[in-house]
């Protein structure tokens, strides 16, 4: 079955998203979408799933004209989607969120559990994609939430599957295998639609290539593509493939100036979610931690500046203990702190750029006194931030929340790093971010190095902490499973990240990894350091 | 939800023709700015008011009953009973044309408007501040009895001249009001009880309570046989402001201050700073050092305290002759003040011009029920429909085919009940 | 509001006109009853009537001003706690007439009514003794509230003075006047739900007469009392129930009657003649101002002997023979 | 599609940094409070004296099987009941306790509380409390039905404050159109059918003019008591023939009616009472066992999932909305023809508040809902039922004593509740 869309626009007000674009996914290919954030894609792919509709445009299958009015008219047109923000509901179960929309019901709409579930382990088996049916989504690691969605679309026998960005969330061997599952379904006759940002998933996978840039197709490629080709097609011009930085300037008998003793943190649910960490940071040194997400990065985290209690162990900076100390006594101790999710934890959406720029800080000189706020030197502070961290906004009074993704972000920055601070920590400071921000904020980020902070990067993405990292601590499980030099191979690390103690020399263990030069241990700049940039996360829509 | 503040389009430079001003004022009103949706949302609301008039007077629905034989009966009759009825309204709320005698009875309108926006006043800002703190204060009723109760009981037992006297009963009543409002915070803080179930239920302890107290020995009016606390001294009751004969108290200073502390508050005080980060994103409030907890329970501190300023204004005021306490004496201004919170955005300013409104509203619906026979329940289904459309500008967009776009933009900030 | 008028006897330049309390017009108690004497006294006289509906206790004052403006000839303010309003209203306008219900006079031109309605109770709790099969009587109130518990001592000591009499110990549930802080309280004067709740608890702690201190609330134990097919009986007060709330009318042994009604109407009466009103009136069981209703369909189960005590009851309370204790009578009895 | 749906941690990490040192405090105020109960309840003069405490299981005039009277020693007894709550309380101090063994602990001391002051209310009088029982479940009711309206629109994604609005609209309809045809069941329909009104309304302001829901709620339920303010002066009390009193007679339950205790408060009701245990019923399996209950957990906790499966996200909040008015209707049409009573203005008077606090009491889940709006029943009966037992307590604080229990049971046993996630925010897309 093929499918065309043609002369799609979408416009969001002023915005145009989607500018005149032609796509066709022929019948049993994998057809990659390429493109930065922003681009427009999801756009694209939520309008041929109903979720959007086209200002402009038609979508055509097997030639004939096709209404999509809703996802139903999807659905029934054999289309499916994995969402790039998973479509799953966490208060229930595998079985509960794959049946949804779909009910085997009995008399009086009674619904039939054991039939969803025998469906469920039917379609797991057939394309080797374990679940339990019966366990909580909300439980589950974003990997297994991912296979859920794909036996989601399944299970309703799509036959044009769109994967929204599915890699951003695996370990690379769990992407390998969902590279397997994707060429069995292409055996099977089935089409995909495959969107990403990194170039050697592409290359890898693709049948055909589709490159979007600010909403409009900017070309097509085959796989067999350059790298630094198809990053330009994607970005629009050279990219810079480094992150610019001397190694570290300490030695390895500098004392640490922040460490982390044997730190235990436990979830809602009572689990330790963080499980007797321990490591400690030079001071002028970048420890990155890698690992999926979902490993207890974000306990650590949060445990580090207060918003989580301790359950065991010790957090020390400068010699002085903070574990039992406030959030506000901790950022007053002069931890900079950059959280994952910035809608959620650090902004003020509907509170403006100036504000935000001094919400850590209000109560202090020269902002707050006697508790009375100084406007006019909040003013002048976001004046100053806002030329000096380049942040894009009509006016220091627009709310934040109408600014791009890119641009809160370095709202966020600006004020972390706009104190004097003694301990760093940021958890995917590029998430979301293009790429001209993101390299000035890791500038920023090696700049507190530089002058003698210890810094704690926490990201997903393997290219950021091989850009930023002096040493890197891979955490699965809530453990740490081992601290090594930023020259490791990939290989390695990924090993690592699974779970796994590499103890032999890490072999490649799929073909497919030959993109991957498992030589490519050049501490600075790892090959395939340009696409860093597509540490994507969910700031958008 | 956030708020689609339409931003006025700014007139380009220079003096524009009398035509031309014209003709922008013209687009702005079809672009229909929140200004213009608030004036037509009242005229609509009107307008239902006037059907229920007319459909409540007996006489004009006799009207009706021959309507097709001779409708210009019905028509007169109907606009009579309307017309009779909103200049009423009017004359009890505004300004009375009739009247001849002096500039005392030129003036009662403006007065009774005022004395009755004051207490509004009072509880719009209180329940609006919870607002902008994310948390929902229905128990105005219990936080404005416990305020009645404390400064009652200064009012009358403390005996002293007026410039000592009446700042203590209202600090007293302030206090009160705060304590127990403070309560519903430090509980939600503490245990996470949820500030809605909590201040629902000590609405009834209050109201209990208060029953109970004006029985006792201690409170209890040896003099009058009827259910009333001893009144407080005069020194401590609120001066009249023009002349014993208008209603308009010190009252409604008090209230304006209050509204410039409020105001100050939020905008310029850290605490305030503080108070909206917590309303607005706790998460990030709480990442950012500010303690969430402490916030809420400062909130409904405050919001109580301004709600003991309404027991005050109840008791030391001219709302009541008796200055005293007695088991109505709350007048359901708890409730009626979360309307008015409602209409004026969760917002110092927006919240005067909503108590005036409804103080009118109240003035003169009392009018056009002692005038023109109209029941006063008329009163409150055009107050909450003036408050529905307001809250609903596309809707009064729609039906008087206005332009400018946004959905409901009430202002506030508590979202859903997870917050 | 409604504007009666131009009844029988033809129309009057005057007019009077009337405040209620919160309770509304239509709390088949002492604003209801007003009314019914206004609209009777409108009848009689030609007298323009009208009442306006306060919603509460902040509507006093604005409403009898405006009264005033609008230039009523007699202003009558329902319930003492507006006795206050009215005095200081009065004071601003002396030539004005006010007239107010449940209180005293203001001199020299607020004219009070007062009803001593322990007297009638009184009868009603020896009648309830007597009449009760289980021994056990019960009363419950609106608020604890002096107009209230006027009710509820008087009813109290006429069952004490049956079980004196007889030697017999009759219980009263939900009032004891020594210990007014534990009586039953409905908290409200509208709510039917609380009236029955608290009634059906009485019945089922045995208790087989009821008498509702409680306004609109005791419609509630009305139906309560309905529902036990014929055991359980109550006693109205303020109106006749077998007028006010005849669709009961099968359940009430009595009724203990405060004549509001034609208080009000006297008092409109004589202004509307030009006479002064000076004073108060007070209504006593002596000149009718407050007593037993007829037992209408209980007529024929009160025994004769009964309703004979009774009588001498009633002669010896106006006598002085018999002394009510209760607190709560009004002072100028 | 707002980012507050993903899972968040925040607030449940303060809940459980505010806890950390909670079951201190907690612990040390029960053990404080249990204390107080021995002195006062097990040592106090009222239980001295050897006095007995009587509790009647039957209903007086009820037929079925007779119990005999339930006669305890009072002293002993609340000693002994007060000593659980003091041993509890240190427990609770002691311990860190989670879950269900703290919910288990704190009923427990709860009901050792509640117990032993009854004893000790009772000490030297008896006390009905098969009546109490039957006091409880008529109060409960009309909540239990306005509970569960909240929770089909709440679950759904729709918050409901205007509970208390469609009891008054739904009381005055069932009463007016009762009354003018004379057929009860006419009434029950067309309160009901005004409720689900007022839910249309609701319904489309809330999710087609997107306004705040909880300003909306306040707002219908001001406009309905001003609606219905206004049509009862302007029909009811001109004409009383437009309010008459009728209701539902009680229909006994054969056998099961004749059961002690139970009998006759379950299954000695009118139809009213039984349509409304029909419903619980219907709710609790219909949301948790049905289509219809899954899609309407889903559009409640993640519309964008259910829109992207092709469930009609908007379409099926306007549906249980309408669907949660006509069961609050019947809630109103309790309060009138279920209890024999005619309307009055503001007759609701407050119990669609506490109908709200029972949904947020009993977490959004219609059991809960129900055992909440039970206990508000219980707290209310046993009041109303100890004023005439002469307690040294004024009746004042007796009736304060179900306010007070929701607090002390919301602070110390529920603690942070979780609304379905996207309770309250209007769904769109473009
Ligand atoms: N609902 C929306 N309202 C307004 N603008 C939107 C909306 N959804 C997307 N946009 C904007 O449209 C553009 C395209 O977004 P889209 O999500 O399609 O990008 P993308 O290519 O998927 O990017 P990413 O790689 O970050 O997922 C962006 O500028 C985005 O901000
Ligand atoms: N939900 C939204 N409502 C209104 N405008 C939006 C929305 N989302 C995005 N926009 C607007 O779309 C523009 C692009 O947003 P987006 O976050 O996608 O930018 P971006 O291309 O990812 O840039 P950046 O790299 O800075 O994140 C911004 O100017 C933003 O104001
Ligand atoms: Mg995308
Ligand atoms: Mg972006």
Redesign the interface.
């Known amino acids: 079955m093929s499918l065309e869309l043609r002369g799609i626009t979408k416009r969001?007000g002023s915005l145009v998203a989607n500018d005149g674009i032609d796509l066709e996914v022929r019948p049993g290919e994998i057809h990659c979408l390429l493109g930065e954030n922003g681009a427009g894609k999801s756009t694209l792919m939520n309008i041929l799933?109903g979720?959007?509709?086209p200002d402009e445009g038609q979508i055509l299958m097997d030639g004939r004209e096709l209404t999509i009015g809703?996802?139903?008219d999807a659905?029934a047109a054999g289309i499916g989607?994995v969402?790039q923000?998973?479509?799953?509901?966490?208060?229930?179960t595998v079985a509960?969120?794959i049946?949804?929309?779909?009910?085997r019901?009995g008399p009086?709409?009674?619904?039939d559990r054991r039939r969803a579930r025998r469906d469920v382990a039917e379609v797991s088996a057939r394309y080797g994609l374990q679940v339990d049916p019966d366990a909580l989504v909300?439980d589950l690691p974003v990997g297994v939430q991912q296979r859920v969605e794909i036996i989601?679309a399944l299970i309703r026998e799509a036959r044009v599957l769109i994967l929204d960005e599915p890699t951003a969330v695996l370990t690379p061997q769990e992407t390998q295998e969902l590279f397997a599952v994707m060429r069995s379904l292409r055996e099977a006759g089935r089409s995909i639609v495959f969107i990403t940002h990194k170039l050697k998933e592409v290359k890898a996978i693709a049948d055909r290539i589709t490159v979007i840039r600010r909403g409009t197709v900017v070309g097509t490629a085959t796989p067999d593509a350059s790298e630094v080709e198809l990053a330009g097609l994607m970005v629009g011009r050279q990219v810079r493939l480094t992150v610019d930085k001397e190694p570290a300037a300490v030695g390895p008998d500098t004392e640490p100036a922040f460490s982390v003793e044997d730190l235990t943190v436990?979830?809602?649910s009572?689990q330790a979610a963080v499980d007797g960490v321990s490591f400690d940071i030079r001071p002028g040194e970048i420890l990155g931690i890698a690992g999926v997400q979902g490993n207890g990065q974000?306990?650590l985290a949060?445990a580090i500046?207060g918003?989580?209690?301790v359950a065991e162990g010790r957090i020390v900076l400068d010699g002085a203990d903070l574990t039992g100390r406030?959030?506000?006594?901790?950022?007053?101790a002069g931890v900079g702190?950059v959280?994952e999710?910035r809608?959620?934890?650090?902004?003020?959406?509907?509170?403006s750029v100036a504000?935000n720029l001094v919400?850590?800080l209000?109560?202090r000189p020269p902002f707050?006194r006697r508790?009375?706020?100084d406007?006019r030197a909040v003013r002048e502070n976001a004046e100053q931030r806002v030329g000096e961290f380049d942040i894009r906004t009509a006016s220091i009074d627009t709310?934040v929340?109408t600014l791009s993704g890119g641009n809160q972000q370095k709202v966020v920055v600006a004020r972390e790093m706009s104190r004097p601070l003694r301990l760093l920590v940021a958890a995917q400071p590029t998430r979301g971010v293009d790429v001209g921000a993101m390299e000035f904020i890791h500038k920023r980020i090696v700049a507190e190095r530089d002058q003698g902070r210890p810094v704690l990067i926490i990201s997903t993405e393997l290219d950021e902490i091989y850009g930023l990292a002096d040493r890197i601590a891979v955490m699965y499980r809530g453990k740490i499973m081992a601290i090594v030099p930023p020259d490791t191979s990939r290989e390695h690390i990924g090993l690592l990240m699974a779970g796994a103690h590499p103890d032999g020399p890490a072999v490649p263990d799929d073909p497919a990894e030959a993109t991957e030069p498992a030589e490519a241990t050049g501490a600075d700049a790892p090959a395939g350091a340009q696409d860093t940039e597509n540490a994507k996360g969910?700031?958008d829509? | 939800m956030s708020e689609q503040a339409a931003p006025a389009k700014d007139a380009g430079t220079g003096e524009p023709p009398e035509a031309d001003r014209f003709r922008r004022l013209a687009a702005q009103v079809v672009a229909g700015p929140p200004w213009v949706v608030t004036v037509l949302a009242v005229l609509l609301a009107m307008l239902v008011g006037a059907v229920l008039i007319i459909v409540s007077d007996p006489e004009v629905t006799a009207t009706f009953g021959y309507f097709f034989a001779r409708p210009s009966d019905a028509i007169t009759a109907s606009w009579e009973a309307v017309s009779t009825a909103y200049q009423a309204l009017f004359r009890g709320a505004i300004f009375n044309p009739d009247a001849t005698a002096t500039f005392t009875d030129v003036l009662r309108p403006i007065s009774e408007t005022l004395t009755e926006a004051t207490p509004l006043i009072f509880g719009g800002l209180a329940v609006g501040l919870a607002f902008r703190a994310g948390l929902f204060n229905i128990g105005g009723q219990g936080q404005l009895i416990m305020g009645a109760i404390a400064t009652t009981w200064v009012g009358f037992t403390l005996d002293a001249p007026g410039i000592v006297a009446l700042p203590a009963a209202v600090l007293a009543g302030l206090a009160g009001g705060a304590l127990y409002g403070g309560l519903v915070g430090w509980l939600k803080a503490r245990t996470g009880s949820h500030e809605v179930i909590v201040t629902i239920m000590l609405n009834y302890v209050a109201f209990l309570l208060l029953g109970y107290l004006i029985g006792s020995e201690a409170f209890r009016d040896p003099d009058n046989p009827q259910p009333i606390s001893k009144p407080v001294n005069e020194a401590a009751r609120l001066p009249h402001l023009f002349g014993d004969s208008l209603r308009v108290n010190a009252g409604l200073l008090l209230a304006l201050a209050a509204v410039v502390f409020t105001w100050w508050l939020l905008n310029r005080s850290t605490l305030g700073f503080q108070l909206r980060a917590v309303g607005a994103n706790p998460n990030a409030a709480r990442t950012a050092g500010m303690s969430v907890g402490y916030g809420q329970t400062m909130a409904m501190l405050i919001s109580g305290g301004l709600m003991g300023l309404v027991g005050v204004s109840q008791v030391l005021g001219t709302a009541n002759a008796n200055n005293a306490l007695t088991q109505q004496i709350d007048a359901g201004l708890g409730f009626t003040a979360i309307t008015v919170a409602l209409l004026g955005r969760a917002s110092p300013v927006g919240t005067v011009a909503a108590a005036l409104l409804f103080g009118a509203l109240q003035a003169g619906g009392r009018e056009m029920q002692a005038a023109a026979g109209v029941s006063i329940e008329i009163v409150t289904v055009i107050q909450a429909l003036i408050v529905l459309f307001v809250a609903a500008p596309a809707l009064v967009r729609g039906i008087f085919r206005l332009r400018g776009e946004g959905g409901g933009s009430t202002g506030l900030l508590a979202k859903g009940w997870n917050g | 509001p409604e504007e009666g008028g131009g009844g029988a006897a033809g129309a009057s330049d005057f007019s009077a006109c009337m405040v209620t309390d919160t309770g509304g017009i239509d709390d088949r108690s002492f604003n209801a009853a007003s009314w019914a004497g206004m609209q009777a006294a409108s009848k009689s006289t030609g007298a323009k009537v009208q009442y306006v509906a306060s919603s509460s206790e902040n509507d006093y004052v604005p409403n009898i001003n405006r009264l005033i403006s609008q230039k009523c000839d007699l202003v009558v303010a329902v319930g003492g706690l507006m006795a206050e309003a009215t005095g200081q209203a009065a004071k601003a306008n002396p030539n004005q007439k006010f007239a107010i219900v449940d209180s005293v006079s203001v001199p020299p031109n607020v004219y009070g009514m007062e009803f001593n309605t322990a007297q009638s109770s009184f009868q009603a709790g020896y009648l309830a003794a007597a009449m009760s099969k289980s021994g056990k009587v019960a009363t419950f109130g609106g608020l604890p509230i002096q107009p209230v518990t006027i009710f509820m001592d008087g009813f109290y000591e006429g069952v004490q003075y049956y079980n004196k009499q007889k030697n017999k110990k009759v219980e009263v549930l939900g009032w004891n006047e020594a210990n007014p802080k534990s009586g039953s309280m409905a908290n409200s004067f509208t709510d039917q739900g609380a009236g029955k709740r608290i009634a059906s608890n009485f019945i089922q702690q045995g208790a087989d007469i009821i008498f509702p201190v409680a306004g609109g609330t005791g419609l509630g134990a009305a139906a309560a009392a309905k529902e036990s097919g014929g055991k359980v009986s109550v006693i109205w007060v303020d109106t006749d129930g077998c007028e006010s709330a005849s669709q009961y009318c099968d359940v009430f042994l009595t009724s203990v009657t405060k004549g509001i009604a034609s208080a009000v109407q006297t008092t409109v009466e004589t202004a509307a003649k030009g006479q002064q009103l000076t004073g108060s009136y007070l209504g006593t069981l002596q000149n009718g101002g407050t007593g037993l209703a007829p037992f209408h369909q209980f007529d024929s189960k009160v025994p004769a002997e009964l309703k004979a005590e009774l009588e001498q009851i009633k002669q010896d309370i106006i006598a002085g023979k018999i002394k009510i204790t209760s607190p709560n009578q009004p002072k100028s009895s | 599609m707002s980012d507050t749906l993903t899972p968040t941690a925040g607030p449940a990490a303060a809940t459980a940094a505010a806890t950390d040192r909670g079951h201190w405090y907690v612990g040390g105020a029960m053990t404080l409070v249990g204390l107080y109960a021995l002195w006062a309840f097990g040592l106090g003069s009222r239980t001295d004296d050897g006095a007995q405490a009587t509790f009647n299981l039957n209903l007086v005039g009820g037929e079925g099987v007779q119990v005999p009277d339930l006669t305890v020693p009072a002293a002993p007894t609340a000693i002994a009941l007060s000593l659980v709550c003091v041993v509890v309380g240190l427990l609770r101090a002691a311990l860190r306790l989670t879950g269900r063994r703290r919910v288990a602990a704190t009923t427990a001391y709860l009901v050792a509380f509640v117990a032993a002051f009854l004893v000790w209310a009772t000490a030297g009088h008896s006390l009905n409390f098969t009546s109490v029982l039957n006091a409880t479940v008529l109060a409960a009711t009309p909540l239990i039905l306005g509970a569960l309206c909240g929770v089909l629109c709440e679950r759904s994604g729709v918050i409901n404050v205007a509970i208390e609005g469609q009891f008054l609209v739904g009381a005055f309809a069932a009463a007016f159109f009762a009354s003018i045809t004379g057929s009860l069941w006419a009434g029950l329909v067309a309160g009901s059918l005004a409720g689900g009104l007022l839910g249309a309304m609701l319904a489309v302001f809330a999710n087609r003019y997107l306004v705040q829901q909880v300003v909306l709620g306040v707002v219908v339920n001001l406009f309905a008591a001003g609606l219905t303010g206004f049509l009862y002066e302007r029909l009811m009390q001109t004409n009383p023939d437009y309010n008459k009193t009728m209701a539902f007679g009680a229909v006994d339950i054969p056998l099961l009616s004749d059961l002690p205790v139970i009998g006759p408060v379950l299954f000695g009701q009118n139809a009213v009472f039984y349509i409304t245990v029909v419903l619980i019923a219907v709710v609790q399996i219909g949301l948790f066992h049905t289509r219809w209950g899954l899609r309407t957990r889903a559009v409640g906790e993640h519309p964008t999932a259910a829109d992207t499966v092709g469930i009609r996200v908007v379409a099926m909040r306007y549906r249980n909305v309408v669907l949660g008015g006509m069961i609050a209707g019947l809630g109103g049409v309790w309060l009138t023809i279920g209890l024999n009573i005619t309307f009055n203005k503001n007759m609701a008077a407050g119990q669609g508040f506490i109908a709200l606090a029972a949904l947020i009491f009993g977490r959004w889940s219609p059991l809960g809902a129900v055992s909440a709006a039970l206990l508000f029943g219980f707290a209310g009966g046993v009041s109303v039922s100890l004023q005439p037992l002469e307690t040294p307590v004024p009746t004042a604080f007796l009736s304060m004593t179900p306010y007070l229990a929701t607090i002390f049971a919301v602070a110390g046993l529920v603690g942070a509740v979780r609304a379905p996630a996207a309770d309250g925010i209007p769904y769109t897309k473009r």
């Open positions: 969001f799933y979720l959007y509709q809703g996802p139903r659905i989607m969402h923000h998973f479509m799953l509901v966490p208060v229930f509960e969120n049946m949804l929309g779909d009910e019901t009086l709409g009674w619904l909300a989601k436990l979830d809602e009572g974000t306990e949060e500046l918003l989580r209690p406030s959030p506000r006594q901790r950022l007053r702190y959280p999710d809608s959620h934890d650090a902004l003020v959406a509907d509170s504000e919400l850590d209000y109560d707050g508790g009375t706020m406007v709310p929340g969910g700031d829509e």
